[in-house]
C-alpha cells in the first residue's frame, strides 16, 4: 500500500488502537520460548518486545491509544512507565475473543470511526497498512484482519462494534482466519487482510528475530531499540 498517513482524509481523533498484554512475569509469558530462554529471559523478551512495539505505534496518527491489560494490577503497573500519549485500561477478561470484545467495547467507547486492536509480539508491523486499513473502514462496515506466518491473529480492526463477530468463535486454535472471514460473510461484513507478520513464539522464530534485530533486516521507522539491547546481551549470543 502506499504512504498515506501525511495526506489524511480522516481527523486522526477519529482513529483508536489497543495493544493486548498482561504483566510479564518469568514462566507466565513466552512459554514455549523456554528453553532455550530461562523463564527470566523470555519474560525480559516480552517486556521489550512491548515497548518497541509503543514506540513504533506511536508513530501513528491516532486520537486515543489504549494498553490493554487483563487486570487492574496490570493496568497499575504499565501506567507508570507508559511512553506519551499511550493510555492503560483493565478490561478483566482471560481469553483471547473475550479480550477482543471487550478490548473493542473499551476502543469504541471514546467515539471514534474505526478502531484496531493488536497483540504485544509483534513489532514488525507495516505501519502504512493498519493506516490505511483504518481509514479504509471509515468507509464501509467492514473487518481488517492481520494473520501470522503460523494461521493465527496479530491484528483485528472494525468500522463497528460488532459483538455478533465474537460469539461462537473460536479464536485460538488454526483456521480463526476462515472462521471470521465466514461469520463477517454470515454478517455481510467486508473483510481486507494485511500481510502476514511473524510472532516470536518458536525457536525458529526466535533465531530468525535475532538475526533481523542484528542485521537491521525489515527495520522499523525509529529501530527496536530496547529489543536490540536484550539481544545483544551474553544470554542471546549463541542464538546468532
Known amino acids: 500500500m502506499a504512504d498515506s498517513r501525511h495526506q489524511p482524509t480522516v481527523r486522526p481523533q477519529r482513529l483508536a488502537l489497543g ?63 507508559l511512553p506519551p500519549r499511550w493510555q492503560a485500561a483493565a478490561i478483566n477478561q482471560t481469553s483471547f475473543e473475550q479480550q477482543v470484545s471487550k478490548g473493542f467495547e473499551h476502543l469504541y467507547a471514546t467515539g471514534v470511526e474505526a478502531a484496531g486492536i493488536i497483540t504485544s509480539d509483534s513489532p514488525f508491523v507495516s505501519l502504512d497498512e493498519i493506516y490505511e486499513g483504518l ?3 471509515t468507509k464501509r462496515r467492514g473487518l481488517l484482519l492481520g494473520p501470522t506466518t503460523t494461521g493465527s491473529l496479530y491484528f483485528v480492526a472494525l468500522s463497528h462494534a460488532e459483538p455478533g463477530l465474537f460469539q461462537g468463535v473460536d479464536w485460538t486454535s488454526p483456521g480463526v482466519v476462515k472462521r471470521l472471514e465466514q461469520r463477517a460473510k454470515e454478517l455481510k461484513i467486508e473483510t481486507q487482510m494485511l500481510s502476514q507478520v511473524a510472532e516470536i513464539e518458536t525457536k525458529d522464530e526466535l533465531v530468525k528475530f535475532v538475526k533481523d534485530v542484528r542485521t537491521g533486516t525489515n527495520k522499523p521507522i525509529g529501530g527496536l531499540p530496547a529489543c536490540t539491547a536484550l539481544l545483544n546481551g551474553p544470554d542471546f549470543a549463541k542464538l546468532g
Open 19 to 81: 495493544v493486548l498484554t498482561r504483566i510479564p512475569v518469568a514462566g507466565a509469558v513466552k512459554r514455549r520460548l523456554s528453553p532455550p530462554l530461562s523463564p527470566e529471559r523470555a519474560a525480559e523478551l516480552s517486556a521489550a518486545l512491548l515497548a518497541d512495539l509503543l514506540g513504533v505505534l506511536t508513530l501513528l496518527p491516532m486520537g486515543y491509544r489504549a494498553l490493554l491489560c487483563d487486570s487492574e494490577a496490570a493496568r497499575d503497573t504499565f501506567q507508570k512507565n
Open 135 to 137: 481509514m479504509w473502514l
